[in-house]
Each structure stands twice: as structure tokens, then as C-alpha cells.
């Protein structure tokens, strides 16, 4: 019973770590996406709605902020 009782605890403890991990990861997701359309915002171009966005890699966001600040740059 106590190794029953055990292997619950773990398994509960398993299925919350999990779903802290997947809610920090859509946080990221959701911050990049603010920053893609604040970059945007700054060039003075069409700000695209975040559904635009969904189903995306984060490291996929990460390369159109990357390109975005680039191109920030080069305007000054």
C-alpha cells in the first residue's frame, strides 16, 4: 500500500511539473509574439494579428525577431 501510495505522489508530481513546463513554454510563445508585433510596429509596417503566429516553434519566433531587430538596425 505504501509503495502504491508512493508512486501517486510521484506521478502527481510528474503530470504538475509537466504542466508548468508547457505553461512557461506558451508564455515564451506568447511573449515573442508581443515582441514580433511591437518590432513590427516600429518599421511602420502591418502589425499581423497573433493567430498569425499559432503553431509556430518558438525558436521559429526567435528567427523573425531576429530578423525584424536586423532590419531595425539597418534603418539607423
Do not use: C
Not at 508530481?13 to 511591437?38: D, F, H, M, V, Y
Not at 510596429?41 to 502591418?46: C, Q, S, V, Y
Not at 499581423?48 to 519566433?61: I, K, N, Y
Amino acid at each position: 500500500m505504501y509503495d502504491t501510495r508512493e508512486k501517486a505522489i510521484r506521478d502527481q508530481q510528474w503530470i504538475l511539473n509537466a504542466a508548468r513546463r508547457e505553461g512557461l513554454e506558451i508564455g515564451r510563445e506568447e511573449g515573442e509574439i508581443k515582441l514580433i508585433q511591437t518590432l513590427q510596429e516600429i518599421l511602420g509596417g502591418p502589425v499581423l494579428d497573433a493567430a498569425v503566429f499559432h503553431g509556430r516553434s518558438l525558436e521559429q519566433l526567435r528567427a523573425m525577431t531576429e530578423e525584424l531587430r536586423k532590419k531595425i538596425q539597418r534603418q539607423t
